[in-house]
């Protein structure tokens, strides 16, 4: 069993900057993959962006290239989303998540899941 933690959301004006982080507990060795998903309102929930704990390969949903930055802190067992240029549609329910197996946008794959942090931007 993994246990994540997400902090970081909030409200910011559009243009501004945010950080999320996701703290991993438990069977941390299992975790191939941490991956970032966001909920808006009325919208399923879509793929944000991943990194793998090993190689530290990263993939990015073609809305948040270039603007959003995945890092990672293996000792801590930690994984950030930095937020940069945010703009109105990105406000949303950010989720980060554990593969045990697999890094990338399927979200079938990721097995364990952390309660979500809002992010509001105001336009």
């Known amino acids: 069993q993994v246990h994540l933690v997400e902090s970081g959301g909030g409200l910011v004006q559009a243009g501004g900057s945010l950080r999320l982080s996701c703290a991993a507990s438990?069977?941390?060795?299992?975790?191939?993959?941490m991956g970032w998903f966001r909920q808006a309102p009325g919208k399923e929930r879509e793929f944000v962006g991943s990194?793998?704990?090993?190689?530290?390969?990263?993939y990015y949903a073609d809305s948040v290239k270039d603007r959003f930055t995945i890092s990672r802190d293996n000792a801590e067992s930690t994984t950030y989303l930095q937020m940069n240029s945010l703009k109105f549609e990105d406000t949303a329910v950010y989720y980060c998540?554990?593969?045990?197996?697999?890094?990338?946008?399927?979200?079938?794959?990721?097995?364990?899941w952390g309660q979500g942090t809002q992010v509001t931007v105001s336009s």
């Open positions: 438990g069977r941390t060795f299992n975790i191939y993959a």
């Open positions: 998540a554990v593969s045990t197996y697999h890094s990338g946008s399927f979200e079938a794959t990721y097995k364990y």
């Open positions: 990194i793998a704990w090993g190689s530290g390969t990263l």
